[in-house]
């Protein structure tokens, strides 16, 4: 029997196949994860932009404020 035959005989191509397919779609998500990673990242980044901006309006109008109680 050659190795083929062996193969054959307990389906070990199609297991191959199997697990070839199983391999891409794995590195796919991986793929995927990560892009989804750089994604929510980058949305927080913005998110942190949009806070330090209305903490500076904040302090703008503290300020602002307590010049006029100073006059």
């Known amino acids: 029997m050659t190795y083929v035959g062996i193969f054959e005989e307990v ?11 199983e391999l891409r779609k794995i590195r796919a ?3 995927r994860g990560q892009n989804d990673l750089e994604r929510i990242i980058e949305e927080q980044r913005k998110e ?7 903490i500076d309006i904040k302090e703008f109008e503290i300020d602002t404020l307590k010049k006029k109680h100073e006059l």
């Open 11 to 21: 389906d070990l191509q199609d297991k191959v196949k199997k697990l070839k397919k």
């Open 48 to 54: 942190i932009d949009t806070l330090k901006t209305e």
């Open 29 to 31: 998500d991986k793929t």
